[in-house]
């Protein structure tokens, strides 16, 4: 599936056309519709239920796809300025694969409510994903995976290694975050600007699909700033990790070589000695935008993630409640 251009989406007007998530009724009023054509998220092999749900003080919105007979729920977390629309690519495989699918927007990106790409703490992304996974949890089968993709990839981290009861019984992270590109650099540039709410946000060639990154340059849920909030919250979310027990869990991890958001030759080994026995999963050039390069890196990324979802098993704990 690619991503086309289509008509102008009328952000306000959709905002104002959101409601609860309600899992008997997937009926929508005109502007959902065309959100859902401008991005590409109806498939009519699921039937598709979509709306809010409160976590602290955000409002979020959610979907969940739900094909016949589905073998088990993935849920998906985005990455930093992304939201469900970019994941498209990934939610048309799980249900081909028969699974259900579970995605929201973070606090502060896409739909969901909180300024443009900003938060306090990566723990409120963490209460997120754990809030939308008690929502879910009535209407979904069992067994659950996770599926992240750079910053999301943070927020389920952040779940497995500070609450070890996890309803989780495979993990795939795409592009994971721990360190961003230019680590001691950035560092260094946020400490000597205090006073700084924003900066201009630096749009890199994440692809090397050229109609995805003309796509993606006008995709009017981007945010145009990068939020100093947001880089507060990462240094000290990633201060925290080095005293996390390792995790012993079935992970799948995908890193594109040609990736230059986040420094993987420092995540990787790191994630390795937190993770033992992680499965790392090397795509040669690759860039950041792993679900949606051009071929054969698609292809290649998607079949590693059909790989290791084919064998979900079931989970050895229930979900937590986190409310």
């Not at 979509?50 to 094909?67: D, E, M, N």
């Not at 996770?146 to 910053?151: I, K, P, R």
């Not at 205090?194 to 050229?210: G, I, L, Y």
């Not at 947001?230 to 079935?250: F, K, N, Q």
Request: proline content about 8%; hydrophobic content about 40%; overall charge neutral.
């Amino acid at each position: 599936m690619s991503f086309t251009h289509g008509d102008a989406l009328d952000v306000a007007l959709l905002r104002q056309s959101l409601g609860p998530i309600s899992f008997s009724n997937h009926g929508y009023p005109k502007p959902v519709q065309d959100y859902f054509q401008f991005y590409g998220l109806d498939y009519p092999a699921a039937a598709h239920f979509f709306g809010t749900f409160r976590s602290g003080p955000y409002t979020l919105a959610g979907h969940v796809y739900k094909p016949d007979s589905s073998r088990g729920t993935v849920f998906l977390a985005h990455g930093l300025f992304d939201h469900t629309g970019i994941l498209k690519n990934l939610i048309a495989l799980c249900i081909r694969e028969k699974l259900c699918v579970a995605a929201f927007d973070l606090p502060g990106h896409g739909l969901s409510s909180g300024a443009p790409a900003a938060i306090d703490s990566f723990g409120e992304y963490k209460t997120a994903l754990e809030d939308f996974v008690s929502l879910c949890a009535p209407h979904v089968p069992k067994p659950y995976a996770a599926v992240g993709h750079s910053t999301g990839c943070a927020v389920i981290l952040t779940h497995l290694f500070y609450n070890r009861q996890t309803p989780f019984s495979r993990v795939v992270l795409l592009a994971p975050l721990v360190h961003s590109e230019f680590w001691d650099l950035s560092k260094a540039g946020h400490a000597l600007m205090p006073f700084v709410s924003a900066w201009p946000r630096w749009m890199r060639e994440a692809s090397h699909d050229t109609a995805f990154l003309a796509w993606f340059d006008r995709d009017p849920l981007q945010s145009k700033t990068f939020p100093v909030k947001w880089a507060t919250a990462m240094y000290r979310w990633e201060a925290g990790l080095d005293s996390v027990a390792p995790l012993h869990l079935p992970v799948t991890i995908v890193q594109g070589t040609g990736d230059d958001c986040v420094d993987w030759n420092y995540n990787i080994p790191f994630l390795q000695k937190k993770i033992p026995g992680c499965d790392i999963r090397m795509v040669k050039e690759a860039r950041h935008q792993l679900l949606n390069e051009a071929q054969p890196w698609k292809t290649e990324c998607l079949d590693i993630v059909r790989e290791a979802l084919s064998g979900l098993p079931r989970p050895q704990s229930p979900v937590k409640e986190s409310r």
